[in-house]
Each structure stands twice: as C-alpha cells, then as structure tokens.
C-alpha cells in the first residue's frame, strides 16, 4: 500500500518580497526541466522550462537557474504576490521520455 | 491553445464499482497522453503512458487490469479504475504531449478527484 505522505517543505515569504524554491534533482542525464505550480485541487501548471545547455532563463517575474555540477535546480519569484501561493514541482527528464516529478514545496505568501 | 480537459472533475463510488476518468486535448492532438497519481501532500507519480492506438505502458507496480487505460483516437484517453476500494482514493491528473511535439512539454489537465467509500 501506499505509505504516509510526507510533510511538504514550506517557505512563507511576505507579500513583495522574492522567493527562491529550490531542487535537487537525481539523473545526471536528464536534458530537460521544468518547473510547475499547483494549486490546491487542480491539476499543474506550467511557469517555465530550461534546457540543459543554458543555466538561467527568465520568464515574466520568474527565474529558473540550473545548476548540473550539483544537479540543482532553482525557481525565483520576484516581487511575490498572493497569487503565487501553491505547490511548487520541478520535474526532469530526458527529452523524449517520461517525466520525473520532485516532491513539492508549498509556498505561502504572506499578506 | 494546449487546453486539456478532464472528466469528471471529481466522483464518490462505492468500494466494487468501477470508475471510467476521461481526458481529452481540446485544440490539438495528442499522440501521447500520460496517467498520474497523486495523493495529499505527495508528488505526482506516473501511472502509465497512453499511445494512440496501441497499449498503454504501465509503470513499476501499478496494476494494469485494475487501472485500464484507452486511448483510442487523438483526442481522447480513458482510464477506468475497476472494482475500486477505498486505497484507490486519490487525485489522478492526465497530461498529453501535442502531436507536433515541442522539447518535452506537457500539458496537464484540471485533474480527476476519486473518493471510494
């Protein structure tokens, strides 16, 4: 059966200030990131992407910084909003294959 | 564009019923669709990959008789879940991959909450 869930990593960060949600993924040949949000009850939903030969790309109030020599991984959140509170996943994979999901971080933005 | 729906949003069955989830690509089509699960405080965990006309590929431990995947046209895949009990209670999310597939993106549908009683 399935074991007990696990408590997420938290980070509660005040309303304007920036966020950085970090991950440590496992597969050294993995080619391909990506980081999603999930908010409660719904399915994930893409914020950004980065491709092994970069690392950093910037999307709107978002950072993704990639790290191989360590296989770390990054999201920073600019100027964070109540919005942003959700669960954050980085996932990995080897373009072509299946994705691998890390284990989350609930971020809660604080008013 | 890349919108994917599932269907139902959430369902309460009785323990020994069956349970069918559908996931459709609204504005594409998807050669690919892949099954997750999830349960509270947990990540996702993929259950199986679904082809377009051929059978689904089934992960490390997940039962392919009870969990039976269709994905018989490139809009749609199916995931029926029989003769449920209360451990298949969970939140099960589909993704598909768009036929013109760029890098490895993924698009997740609004996910499919089960509760079995």
């Known amino acids: 059966g399935e074991s007990v869930g696990l408590h997420l990593p938290t980070l509660s960060v005040q309303e304007g200030d920036n966020s950085i949600i970090n991950c440590a993924y496992s597969?050294?040949?993995?080619?391909?990131f990506i980081w999603y949000k999930q908010e409660s009850g719904k399915g994930p939903q893409f914020i950004i992407d980065i491709r092994s030969n970069m690392d950093k790309r910037q999307g709107q109030r978002v950072t993704v910084l990639l790290n191989k020599t360590v296989k770390h991984l990054s999201l920073q959140i600019a100027a964070t909003q109540p919005g942003d509170s959700a669960v954050y996943f980085c996932a990995e994979n080897i373009i072509g294959e299946k994705l691998t999901f890390g284990t989350g971080t609930r971020l809660t933005i604080i008013p | 564009g890349a919108v994917v729906s599932q269907h139902p949003s959430w369902v309460i069955c009785k323990s020994g019923t069956s349970v069918k989830i559908e996931c459709r690509s609204l504005?594409?089509?998807?050669?690919?669709m892949f099954w997750y699960r999830q349960f509270p405080k947990q990540s996702l965990m993929l259950m199986a990959t679904?082809?377009?006309?051929?059978?689904?590929?089934?992960e490390q431990g997940v039962e392919k008789d009870k969990f039976l995947i269709n994905h018989a046209s490139l809009t749609l895949s199916t995931l029926t879940v029989t003769s449920a009990h209360p451990e298949d209670s969970s939140f099960y999310i589909c993704?598909?991959?768009?036929?013109?597939?760029?890098?490895?993106?993924?698009?997740f549908g609004p996910g499919t909450r089960l509760t079995v009683l």
């Open positions: 597969n050294s040949a993995s080619d391909y």
């Open positions: 993704s598909a991959r768009d036929l013109v597939w760029v890098v490895g993106e993924q698009f």
């Open positions: 679904s082809n377009e006309g051929s059978k689904a590929t089934y």
């Open positions: 504005d594409f089509q998807a050669t690919t």
